[in-house]
């Protein structure tokens, strides 16, 4: 089992003018402790289930990825994730596409349908309803997928996303890998069998998550595709795990890896997230024995 890191709280200690140096320390702190994954939140106000308030400081994601792209080598990066109403898809795909020709190849797309209906009001962004918004997901899926195939620069017609050409030049160095995150049985976990390359879950608990990979499985067997092919991703955050707990931490995590569930995904959340990547890190060579 791999392990990622997540920062969703940019309230540093040393205040604003502290944030980039820390999050330069974070990418060089992730990769030295051998963390695959590092990714940042897609929001624009603070979200509730970190503590802190809305007013709370938020950097803009794909941004900051691509601060990230230039003081990193290896990890992958991404958000957990884009709210697919945040930006139409044809200027996703090419914004995407910039954070991995810049950082050599190393871009994920991480997608979902949108949430936080106070961000969308409170800064005069459409929030349609959830059938809408799955509906949009779906073709911004689709729309990705033609925009990173240099064979086909013709046109996209959807019910509510129309391109006339889907010309994405330079093409990615790597085709992004995609992760839709949510666990969703009807709606979520049929996209992740139909589009994407790793599903993105809560390890609420081993019991639901057996569950919901179940239910994947399932839909890749009605969508004739690979489940092995699915790189199977999890939050830990049932409880958030912190380097005083690491070694129960690896412990819980042994029923996660026995389900097959890849990467463990681990969320610092105090004002020096660069100290606390390094004093998780001997949680990478533990988990990598399970």
Request: hydrophobic share 40%.
């Amino acid at each position: 089992m791999d392990l990622g890191v997540h920062v969703p709280i940019f309230d540093i200690d040393g205040g604003t003018t502290a944030i980039a140096p820390e999050l330069a320390r974070v990418g060089a702190a992730a990769e030295e402790a051998g963390a695959t994954w590092l990714s940042f939140m897609d929001h624009f106000f603070q979200i509730e289930p970190t503590g802190l308030p809305a007013e709370a400081h938020m950097l803009e994601g794909y941004t900051t990825l691509g601060f990230l792209a230039a003081h990193t080598s290896t990890i992958s990066l991404g958000l957990l994730v884009t709210g697919v109403t945040y930006r139409h898809p044809g200027l996703l795909a090419k914004i995407v596409t910039t954070v991995d020709v810049l950082s050599g190849g190393r871009a994920v797309l991480g997608i979902g349908a949108a949430w936080f209906e106070r961000e969308h009001q409170g800064l005069g962004v459409p929030f349609p309803p959830i059938a809408e918004r799955f509906e949009r997901l779906e073709e911004a899926l689709q729309i990705c997928d033609q925009m990173w195939d240099p064979q086909n620069n013709g046109a996209y017609q959807g019910r509510h996303y129309q391109l006339a050409e889907t010309l994405c030049s330079p093409q990615p160095i790597n085709k992004p890998k995609v992760m839709i995150g949510g666990g969703g049985e009807r709606k979520t976990l049929r996209l992740v069998a139909r589009y994407g390359d790793a599903c993105n879950l809560f390890a609420s608990s081993p019991d639901d998550v057996a569950h919901k990979l179940e239910v994947l499985r399932r839909h890749c067997d009605d969508a004739g595709r690979d489940y092995g092919s699915i790189r199977k991703t999890i939050m830990a955050n049932n409880p958030r795990p912190t380097p005083e707990t690491r070694d129960e931490f690896v412990r819980a995590m042994a029923d996660y890896a026995a389900l097959g569930v890849d990467t463990v995904i681990v969320t610092p959340t105090d004002g020096s997230p660069a100290a606390w990547i390094d004093a998780m890190a001997p949680a990478v060579r533990q988990l990598a024995d399970l």
